[in-house]
């Protein structure tokens, strides 16, 4: 498996872990963060403080805004 791939399925495994919906942009952004060596535990602590009331479900994000 490659690197790319690896660090996508293990990013959606740790946000799936820590209950939180990431948009393909956000994804992208903690690849990256990744790649410039943010220790994942970092990550972890950004993602944990996003309230889940300021992450928008795929529904929610249609008829919001």
Do not use: C, H, W, Y
Not at 11 to 31: D, G, H, I, P, S
Not at 43 to 58: A, D, E, F, K, Y
């Amino acid at each position: 498996m490659s690197d790319a791939k690896k660090n996508t399925q293990q990013t959606m495994e740790m946000a799936k872990f820590l209950n939180v919906f990431l948009t393909v942009e956000q994804v992208v952004a903690v690849e990256k963060l990744l790649a410039i060596g943010v220790p994942p535990i970092n990550i972890v602590r950004l993602l944990q403080s996003v309230s889940p009331n300021q992450q928008m479900s795929p529904g929610n994000r249609e008829n919001g805004i």
